[in-house]
């Protein structure tokens, strides 16, 4: 949307749900640690992370979305489907609720290079981090700062001797093929949803 690498980055969008602050007891029901999070095995599975404010964090379910947007709808769609993955989980927890529900973007390219360095005069990008924007992000952002100041390291080298993201399929094939995978994927993560 930028007007960079255009054709070439596949837009997705996935989906959290944050529950009510849990009573003492109830925040007990979930181990003795204040806070932990894990992370999916199966590729775009479920991420569950126990916050030290008391309040538990459920992220699953991916879709294309190629307009960068998603509806209400989706939303909460999937915040039940969030619901629905955190009673299985915690069945002693049935009366809690999801009190907040959102959706994020997520850009990613066919062969996972990020869009990285000056795209146009004065004018620098670090982006498309394949889903996990809180360390790439971060990284990237590091990176062109210290490009920036003239600082020189390993990882910005690699950054910007990295492969440009790869032509994506026309848009009439992704329209169909993107959310037929994503199906697919959601299927062979199974419980684990």
Known sequence: SFGIAKGRILHLFTYASLTQQLSREQFRQLGSEPSWGLIPAAPMGTTLRKLQNRRFLVRNQWTYNPEIRTSNAEVERWGRQHERCFYRRYPGLREVNMEYRWAGPIAMTLNSAPVFGE????VYAATVCQGLGTTKSTL????IADKLCGNDN???RKLEQSETPSA???RVRNNFGVPAYLKWVHWRAGSDL
């Open 119 to 122: 795209v146009a005069p004065n």
């Open 140 to 143: 990237y952002g590091m990176m």
């Open 154 to 156: 390993k990882i910005l």
């Open 168 to 170: 994506m399929p026309p």
